[in-house]
């Protein structure tokens, strides 16, 4: 099972779907089953593995990894701190209005 540092795409696993689609385009056979091997035991995604599995068959229909240069590639954008979704700014929970039921939507945060 392949490492992040072993892999053969720097910041693989932030990674936006249509980045990694592109980038492995350039890829060979071996390379892109370390990729696949990693995304089974680690992020299972399906459709990563979907377009990996359909990259592998393209390589043994004949297709040549596209030219490039995976080290002048940019890195992933991800923020320093994680997520801006904080608690003290997520909605307020409800309950949904029920539509057509006379008297029966609740007070709605009224005491």
Known sequence: MAQPDDLPLADYDQLSLPDLRHRIRSLE????QRLF???TAHGNRIPVLEFLH????????????SGGDQSNAP???ST????????????EPNTPLR??????????GRT
């Open 37 to 39: 091997e990693h995304e």
């Open 54 to 65: 359909a990259r592998l068959r393209e390589l043994h229909q004949g297709a040549e990894p």
């Open 29 to 32: 056979e071996p390379q892109l």
């Open 99 to 108: 539509h057509g039921v006379a008297n029966q939507t609740p007070a709605r």
């Open 75 to 77: 890195g992933a954008t």
């Open 80 to 91: 320093p701190t994680g997520s801006t979704v904080q608690e003290k700014t997520a909605a």
